[in-house]
């Protein structure tokens, strides 16, 4: 056992073979697929086994894959290799990472809703300082309606999103897009059934 329960729980749920959260990308992010540059660089927050990161790579980006479980990067791996793709792992808490200021064409966050309201500050600040100027950010996560549905994602209201926490926190930048929405999630048994899910794209000015 390690000294820190969130690896303990994560590195418990991604021992299996099997792909958690399945090895198709989230839905989300390949509808944001016209908003991609053709090159450059990308950061996958927090991105477990690796589908969003793999699929960004195909998408032609130099992508930077980040995780603190060593089992997920390990699937992550196999994933990049199964699908012929170069993607660069680093074993890092998404809270603690020193963030590359003005480095990633995009930033995508999808699902790291294992942040408590105390740290998430801190992710974000980081993921922005990460964005070059006219980078685009992309969040997804399910809102505290998902309780209801259960369907996947924590059960504590907290770590949840809202319209709101996400223009408190991205409103001043450009660009800014949120889409609230209930559909059925096919992400593999973590992500199974009808979801309360909201996603936001925007550029850093």
């Not at 479980?69 to 603690?96: C, G, M, W, Y």
Request: aromatic letters at 8%.
């Amino acid at each position: 056992m390690s000294i820190n329960p969130d690896l303990d729980h994560w590195e418990a749920r991604f021992a299996s073979p099997d792909y958690r959260f399945g090895k198709a990308p989230n839905e989300f992010l390949v509808r944001c697929k016209p908003l991609l540059p053709r090159s450059g660089k990308a950061l996958a927050v927090a991105d477990g086994e690796g589908r969003n990161g793999v699929w960004l790579a195909q998408q032609g980006l130099d992508v930077t894959s980040t995780d603190f479980s060593p089992s997920a990067q390990a699937k992550a791996r196999k994933l990049a290799a199964e699908n012929n793709v170069s993607v660069t792992f680093i074993e890092a808490d998404a809270h603690e990472w020193d963030y590359p200021p003005e480095a990633f064409d995009v930033v995508a966050e999808i699902f790291t809703q294992f942040s408590t309201p105390e740290k998430r500050p801190k992710k974000w600040a980081g993921m922005r300082r990460a964005l070059k100027r006219g980078g685009l950010l992309i969040v997804h996560g399910y809102t505290p309606k998902q309780l209801d549905y259960g369907t996947g994602g924590p059960k504590e209201i907290g770590q949840l999103y809202t319209r709101d926490m996400l223009e408190r926190a991205f409103g001043d930048m450009r660009d800014v897009r949120i889409v609230e929405e209930e559909r059925e999630l096919q992400e593999g048994p973590g992500h199974s059934g009808l979801s309360a899910i909201i996603g936001l794209t925007a550029r850093k000015p």
